[in-house]
């Protein structure tokens, strides 16, 4: 069965930090490109960055550039969302989702995990 258990979303005030984890199994870890894509309230889906199979080349949406890096464990099976200086137009539900290579759409999907940012 596969999974993608996603955690570490909250509240947290403006300027604040949060690291989101997402643990995957049921299929090949290093097999798939990681992405985290968020979806605000009344908004729809917005990519907001991926990472290839060997952790190169992370790329992000320009609204979070220099303030949230991804990264992945592939002796965990986890893929990490490192949120800084957090600002309200940041708060949204936070899916991760795995692609294989050379696919443009996705193939598994977290439940997601909320994240508030708010005074």
């Known amino acids: 069965e596969v999974e993608l258990v996603e955690s570490g979303g909250g509240l947290v005030q403006p300027g604040g930090s949060l690291r989101l984890s997402c643990v995957v199994s049921?299929?090949?870890?290093?097999?798939?490109?990681m992405s985290w894509v968020r979806q605000a309230p009344g908004k729809g889906l917005e990519w907001v960055s991926g990472i290839q199979q060997g952790g190169e080349s992370p790329i992000y949406v320009h609204s979070v550039k220099g303030r949230f890096t991804i990264s992945r464990d592939s002796a965990k099976s986890t893929v990490f969302l490192q949120m800084n200086a957090l600002k309200p137009q940041d708060t949204a539900v936070y899916y991760c989702a795995a692609k294989r290579a050379g696919e443009t759409s996705y193939d598994y999907w977290g439940q997601g995990t909320r994240v508030t940012v708010s005074s």
């Open positions: 049921g299929f090949t870890f290093n097999n798939y490109a």
